[in-house]
């Protein structure tokens, strides 16, 4: 009996389920990582392209192409400009845009200003 005992090999099936368990534990808070990561980039990339939309309209605005108060749609982007007078010569546009529908993203809104010459 003690020759048995002594030549043990291999795993009991507690240890085995332990190792199952532990394992799971790991993989579980690391995937999690992964989905945060992927909503996070996702979240980025929304906001990066309301951005860059923003910056194309101002440009618009700034030649003379847009008029205040003007709500328009822009490759599926909600845009809102207002102009109104600024200090001395200048004028201020407040440029809105919206995310479409379905985009994933906390807050589907971006708004910027900006001060430009105005046209005599």
């Not at 910056?55 to 109104?84: C, F």
């Not at 809105?96 to 708004?111: D, L, Q, R, Y």
């Amino acid at each position: 009996m003690k020759r048995l005992i002594q030549n043990e090999k291999g795993l009991s099936l507690v240890e085995i389920l332990a190792a199952v368990v532990i394992l799971a534990i790991v993989l579980v808070s690391v995937m999690s990582f992964f989905t945060q990561s992927a909503k996070f980039t996702a979240h980025n990339y929304e906001k990066l392209t309301n951005v860059q939309v923003a910056e194309d309209v101002i440009a618009d605005v700034r030649i003379g192409n847009y008029q205040s108060n003007t709500t328009l749609k822009k490759d599926g982007y909600d845009i809102v400009i207002n102009v109104k007078a600024g200090p001395e010569s200048l004028k201020l546009a407040t440029i809105t845009v919206k995310s479409p529908a379905g985009a994933g993203i906390n807050e589907p809104e971006f708004t910027t200003e900006m001060y430009f010459e105005a046209k005599p």
